[in-house]
C-alpha cells in the first residue's frame, strides 16, 4: 500500500498546487478589471473636463456694448496732383 499513500501524496500536492494557480489567475483578473476601470474613469474625466472648461456655449462671440457719445469719423481725403502720367488716376495723399 506504499504504493497508494504516494498516489494521495500527488494528488494532494497537484490540488493544491491548481488552488495556488487558481488564485494567481484571479488575482490577475482583478488586477485587469481594476487596471481596466480607472483608465476608463480617467479617459471619461477628461473628456468631462474638457467639455465643462469650454462653457458649453455656442462659441459666439459678442462684440462690447456700444457707449453714448459722438461717433468719431474722418476728415475727407487728400487729393493731390496726379504722378504717375496715367490720365484719368486720382491720387490720395497717403502718409497721414
Known sequence: MPNAK?????????AA??????????RRNLLT???SAASAV???GGVAGYIASRGG???EVMPPTVNG??????????VVA????????TEYDTTG
Do not use: F, Y
Open 42 to 44: 480617467i479617459v471619461i
Open 17 to 26: 498546487m491548481r488552488a495556488g494557480q487558481q488564485r494567481a489567475e484571479r
Open 69 to 78: 457719445g459722438a461717433p468719431v469719423s474722418q476728415g475727407p481725403a487728400h
Open 33 to 35: 478589471i481594476g487596471a
Open 82 to 89: 496726379n504722378t504717375s502720367g496715367i490720365s484719368g488716376v
Open 57 to 59: 456655449g455656442s462659441g
Open 6 to 14: 504516494k498516489q494521495a501524496a500527488r494528488r494532494e500536492r497537484v
